[in-house]
């Protein structure tokens, strides 16, 4: 007999030994479901979901881990679904469930915590390298007496693990992060009591909130149950995560992330124009590493971004006529990351374009930003007031440092949050939070600054990333029809991407906007 979730007694079910703060209304729902059917031998799991649900893959694997040995169906539902194949399916399901030992019904998982907010003692903590600010950020660790390492770069060993470990619905930076879990603790001289993992979480929407949990539950399938994740959370508490590191921890890594930034719009901004090829990457590697030793030893970044500034220009050759402008924003990891986004940036640049990139502290900033918006809403007054102390202290940082590039200060300053949100307000509401809002008032920042054309990037089926490519169509109405490219990665490298860059490149050369 089929019983419908809302005839459960869903609310009289503690969560707490379920999961660690579900911020999905359906996830809290679907999980106390799981936990009536784990303690029931009389009810069995129907999971019906949808093509490309976000918060559903996740919360399958949640419910499956609740649920372990016990059956269950999932039943994926699109526009293609046949009824005869459900159908077949549901009898098969049926059929199966007589057949079930009775000691699996007894069965009941371990809880999936994942949070770690305490601070970190003898253990290795293990950084993923989204981008080169990992580098940074071990850094700041070390000089607060935290032993940290950055994983390898993502690669098809990363992206098998991840593939091997995931059912193919996660968003791409899931499974890369798996992968890359993986890789980590099956390598040699890997030591589960002495390790640690980080991996920062959130309260929602967006699915990177869950990475955390979903990596405590892969951990713990791997053989490796007592090894911690430490995944503050990026609200008004985030700061408070790091106290037990000493005051210093958030304004040495604050420095390194702004740092790396200007590192890298300054590769941006000479290698498309260098003299000899490998010539500016080899200075940022070399200044990169300069940056991070000075962080290590709490020394100033100031006269080592004034030394950068000269090596770059040593190797930076004549322009040779003026190349279009291509701004790139979208998901933070992908546009971020290297091997997920195929080397877009270099792709961009051997098709003659040269690229402004959404830096990472924009992102930084932006959780500063909710967070003050959280505590006006909850009366967290003396939060408040420590927050917006914190938030003027790293812009008046990032400012001095930015002020190291008198020559590229049009390019290199950063509009505030205020103002990215002020640029997305007639698409999107601040107070829809996320991703999402600061893609689309970054592109307007860009098209003010006289970009050609504009590319979007996001994991296949994120859900910030879809809401984007819809918006976008009308931010090109309304700029004159600038050109724009929309792609989704999810490692199937696919060939079509290069024909429509090649083709997207030939738009934004006959578009050229004039420079302001």
Not at 70 to 78: A, F, G, N, R, S
Request: charged share 25%; hydrophobic share 40%; with cysteine.
């Amino acid at each position: 007999m089929p019983i419908p979730l809302d005839y459960l007694p869903l609310d009289e079910v503690d969560l707490r030994d379920v999961t660690d703060r579900p911020y999905w209304h359906y996830e809290r729902k679907l999980l106390a479901a799981s936990k009536l059917i784990a303690g029931c031998p009389q009810l069995f799991g129907l999971f019906l979901s949808n093509f490309g649900c976000g918060p559903d893959s996740f919360i399958a694997h949640f419910f499956k881990n609740k649920l372990q040995g016990e059956p269950y169906l999932v039943l994926e539902i699109d526009e293609h679904s046949a009824d005869t194949g459900i159908i077949t399916r549901l009898e098969a399901f049926l059929d199966s469930l007589p057949h079930a030992p009775q000691s699996q019904h007894l069965h009941a998982a371990a809880p999936a915590r994942a949070v770690m907010n305490s601070p970190l003692t003898k253990r290795t903590l293990y950084i993923p390298r989204m981008s080169d600010h990992a580098m940074a950020l071990v850094a700041a660790f070390a000089a607060c007496g935290v032993t940290a390492h950055v994983m390898p770069e993502s690669d098809e060993e990363t992206l098998a693990w991840g593939r091997k470990l995931t059912s193919g619905r996660e968003c791409y930076p899931c499974i890369l992060t798996t992968g890359d879990i993986a890789k980590t603790v099956k390598s040699p001289g890997f030591t589960p009591d002495r390790a640690a993992f980080f991996m920062p979480s959130g309260r929602g929407p967006c699915r990177f909130g869950q990475y955390h949990r979903f990596h405590r539950q892969v951990l713990r399938e791997l053989g490796y149950p007592d090894v911690p994740v430490f995944a503050p959370v990026q609200d008004e508490t985030f700061y408070e995560s790091f106290n037990g590191w000493g005051k210093q921890f958030s304004r040495l890594a604050w420095q390194g992330i702004v740092a790396v930034d200007l590192l890298i719009k300054l590769l941006l901004r000479t290698r498309p124009f260098e003299q000899y090829p490998g010539a500016a990457e080899a200075v940022y590697e070399e200044y990169l590493h300069k940056v991070c030793a000075a962080i290590a030893q709490r020394q100033a970044l100031d006269a080592v971004l004034r030394e950068s500034r000269k090596e770059f220009a040593a190797v930076a050759g004549k322009p040779e006529g003026i190349k279009p402008l291509v701004g790139i924003v979208g998901e933070i990891y992908i546009r971020a990351n290297r091997f997920s986004n195929e080397q877009l940036i270099k792709k961009v640049e051997n098709l003659g374009g040269v690229v402004m990139l959404a830096p990472i502290g924009e992102w930084i900033l932006y959780t500063n930003y909710t967070a003050q918006v959280l505590c006006r809403r909850h009366q967290k007054y003396y939060q408040l007031f420590k927050l917006m102390i914190k938030d003027t202290l790293q812009k008046r940082i990032e400012r001095r440092m930015e002020k190291v590039f008198p020559d590229h200060q049009d390019n290199f300053s950063e509009p505030s949050t205020q103002e990215i949100l002020r640029n997305a307000a007639p698409y999107l509401d601040p107070a829809f939070e996320g991703e999402a809002i600061l893609s689309i008032g970054k592109s307007i920042d860009y098209l003010k600054r006289g970009v050609d054309g504009i590319i979007t990037v996001m994991p296949f089926t994120c859900m910030p990333g879809t809401i984007v490519n819809a918006v976008m169509r009308r931010c090109r109405d309304d700029y004159q029809g600038f050109p724009v490219l929309n792609i989704a990665y999810d490692g199937q490298q696919e060939p079509s991407t290069g024909i429509r860059l090649e083709t997207f490149m030939h738009q934004v050369r006959t578009h050229k906007s004039p420079r302001p």
